[in-house]
């Protein structure tokens, strides 16, 4: 019998699931990478450029030592016992390996751990989250994962029971919800950021698509928030989040609070809040509200993407259903004990007194103010460009600006069968190696163009992409203007 899986045969559901980061732009600039590799003279550029995925490490951004430091301690505790140790590590990442390792069953980062993570680490993130917020945390709320992405998921396993479930979702959105969404089977329900207005988030705008969601006979289930935005950079206001917290507790909504850039706050008038704390500031605890908050060891100054560690922390729910969300964990056993350790280590760097303290905050203080930098230069050359309008980047790793193309490149795009920023990036990718995401990737007002950005190419590349873009668009512009 021949072959029975074809695309035809496979789930309709991976099928509709896009991930514009890794989408067909990045698939073209790692073969243009092989191309140079073998024939280097073969473009007008020498290496690829990638602006296109919160990727710190791939782009030169270095580790933090203190973290290193216990991370390799934990991996092969050997080396403790060892008298150059001592001079080779620093005494608080010694204490800190050796006090991590008393908390793992059999002192192994190569065992299997309790389904929700070590329960150590656990309780040094409860802590973390207590000190940053004012308000008791519970270690049997964290559920560690590999990254947020895979808690994300859980939880859109939990909530999706069909087609006629829901899900409000910012727009533009970072694609792992509408993938997910999708995967999962029920529908992503639009909420539109306003991008006139440094891209707000109206809670007007959300009760609208509710509204319009329910007379399509379609039940939400959750909001979807990113705080600071990604891809839109923006960080929320105070008064804003507790509009926001009031308009799930009155319409029963979870709320699930993305949160892993809440390190990434570039602007002095700006202050990272967390959900869970706005919610308890209003006086509304356990029964009041259901609350999922997403973090991740990817991003921050840390930039550990590689090592896969995040956890939730799930409030609000009750013991009936907590024991289902546990049932979803345990399918996949727990997650690595590396990114376990590092998430517990992003949540309670050194503090004042320790001996790594000093040259933690030169890493970390060093990292954020180069891309607070590095936004503004992007920003501020996006701007100069006939056409882009570009808001302020106030956190996360991104600017999105807009791009107000001409009707003939618009009309060559339609020919091709191309989204207009699709085509636009695919030109800037041939003739500059720059790797942005079209808009298109994340979602946008009908009738308006996009590109994502990264801040990320270390602070000397920046002068070269800025030259290397802005050449690109005036050729582009004066090729196509109408």
Partial sequence: MAPQ???????????????????EIVILAQKLQQEIQA????????????????????????SITFFREVLALC?????????????????????????????????ATGAYSHSQGIKGLRDTIAAAIEARD??????????????????????????????????????????????????????????????????????????????EAKSNGITVRALVVINPGNPTGQVLAEENQKAIVE????????????????????????????????????GYGEKDIHLVSFQSVSKGYYGECGKRGGYMEVTGFGADVREHIYKLASVNLCSNITGQILASLVMSPPKVGDKS????????????????????TLEDAFNKLEGITCNKAEGAMYL?????????????????????????????LNETGIVFVPGSGFG??????????????????????????????????DEFRD
């Avoid at 024939?39 to 710190?56: D, H, R, S, T, V």
């Avoid at 969404?181 to 306003?194: E, N, Q, R």
């Avoid at 979870?254 to 209003?282: C, G, I, T």
């Avoid at 303290?357 to 503004?376: N, P, T």
Wanted: proline share 7%; aromatic share 10%; with cysteine.
């Fill in 5 to 23: 899986v074809t695309v035809d045969s496979i789930n309709p559901k991976v099928i509709e699931c896009q991930y514009a980061v890794r989408g």
């Fill in 39 to 62: 024939k280097p003279e073969a473009y007008p550029f020498q290496e690829i450029l990638y602006c296109n995925i919160g990727n710190p490490q791939s782009l030169g951004q270095k």
């Fill in 75 to 107: 991996d092969h505790p050997a080396i403790l016992a060892k008298s150059e140790t001592q001079a080779l590590f620093s005494a608080d990442s010694i204490e800190r390996a050796r006090k991590i390792l008393d908390q793992i069953p059999g002192r």
């Fill in 134 to 211: 004012g308000f008791p945390a519970d270690p049997n709320d964290i559920f560690m994962t590999d990254g947020a992405s895979p808690a994300v998921h859980m939880m859109m396993q939990l909530l999706i029971r069909s087609e006629k479930d829901g899900i409000l979702c910012p727009i533009p959105q970072y694609p792992l919800y509408s993938a997910s969404i999708a995967l999962h089977g029920g529908s992503l329900v639009p909420y539109y950021l306003d991008e006139a207005t440094g891209w707000v988030l109206e809670v007007s705008e959300l009760k609208k698509q509710l509204q």
């Fill in 247 to 282: 308009f799930c507790k009155e319409e029963g909504l979870v709320l699930l609070a993305d949160e892993v850039y809440q390190e990434n706050v570039y602007v002095p008038e700006k202050k990272f809040h967390s959900f869970k704390k706005v919610a308890r500031s209003m």
């Fill in 357 to 376: 303290y000093e040259s933690y905050i030169a890493e970390r203080d060093g990292i954020l103010s180069s891309l607070a930098r590095r936004a503004k």
């Fill in 400 to 428: 999105f600006p807009r791009i107000n193309l001409p009707k003939k490149a618009i009309k060559a795009a339609e020919e091709v069968k191309t989204a207009p920023d699709l085509f636009y990036c695919r030109r800037l």
């Fill in 444 to 477: 946008q007002v009908p009738g308006t163009w996009h590109f994502r950005c990264t801040i990320l190419p270390q602070e000397e590349k920046i002068p070269a992409i800025v030259t290397r873009l802005t050449d690109f668009h005036k050729r582009f512009m």
